[in-house]
Structures are given as C-alpha cells and as structure tokens.
C-alpha cells in the first residue's frame, strides 16, 4: 500500500484528468451539435431552394452545395484552442506532481548513498575484525543446530559455518 501522500497525490490527479477529459468531450460535444444544426438549416434551405425553383442550372445548385468556410475555420480554431488548454491543464498538473516526488525522492536518495557509503566501507574492514566474525559465526551456526538436532550435528554444521565465514571474510578457503 503507498503511503498516504502518494495516493492523495494519485488521487488528485485521476481527479483533475477525469475532469479535463469530461470538459474537454462536453465541449467538443457542443461544438458538433452546433455544426449539424448548421448543416440542417443549410440542408432545409436547400431543400426549398430546390423544391420552389423546379429549373436549375447547375452552377445554382453547385452553390448551394458548398460549405460555409467562415464557420468551419470557427469551429476549428475554437477546437484548437479548447485542446490547447487541456492540454495546458495536464502539462501544469504532470509538472506539479512530478515537483512534489522529485523534492521527496531526492533527500531519501541521498540518505540511501550515504548508507550505502558506510556499509562498503565496514565490508572493506571484515579482514580487521576476521577471527571474531569466523568463531562468531561458528558457534552461532553450531549453537543453533545443536539445540535443535544434537551436539555432533551441531558441531559439525559449526565448522561449516565457520569455513563459510572464513572464505567470505578472505575470499577463498581454507587451506588445510
């Protein structure tokens, strides 16, 4: 589960793109609207044109065929600018949130080098402290199984432990 921030941070913007994306279809939804009610009027003026006057010539009824120009650079550009600004809305809100990780992100990135710094550097010192890892070690590991299986088992497991410390501790095993 994310930490209580994170989601409100999530929440929010499925919340803002929810509400962008409902403006946006309502607004592209009107315009269309108003597009065929404007292709109706044309389509019921043409109608009467062509049904009072039985006698036509063909550049007349060409005419009338035509679409408006004025109207549908209109509705372009008004659909245009209406998808500029959601798009706007959506860069403004991506920007913040990824502003708001990034301030978090950046402190625990440091704070995790830093640890990784330390542990590397305590690694690199095994070979100082080499005898009290390899019998801790043992008598952890020898401990452990001999309560659970007996002594012999236990002590046996114990110098395996220890073999495995020192090869780990000095990177290679024992010679006997």
Known sequence: KLPNYKQRIIDTCEVQKNRIANHFFVEFIGLLQNWF????????????????????????????????????????????????????????????????VGSRIRPLAFQAKQVAQKAVIIYESRQHYAPQIIAGSAATIGLLVSVRRGKVPGALMGTVGGVGAYAAVYGQPPKF
């Open 37 to 100: 009610i404007f292709l109706r009027r044309k389509m019921s003026a043409k109608e009467e044109k062509t049904s009072a006057i039985v006698a036509t010539k063909e550049s007349e009824v060409t005419s009338s065929f035509a679409l408006p120009k004025i109207e549908l650079k209109s509705t372009i550009k008004t659909a245009v600018s209406k998808t500029n600004e959601v798009l706007s809305i959506m860069e403004v809100q991506k920007d913040m949130t990824s502003s708001m």
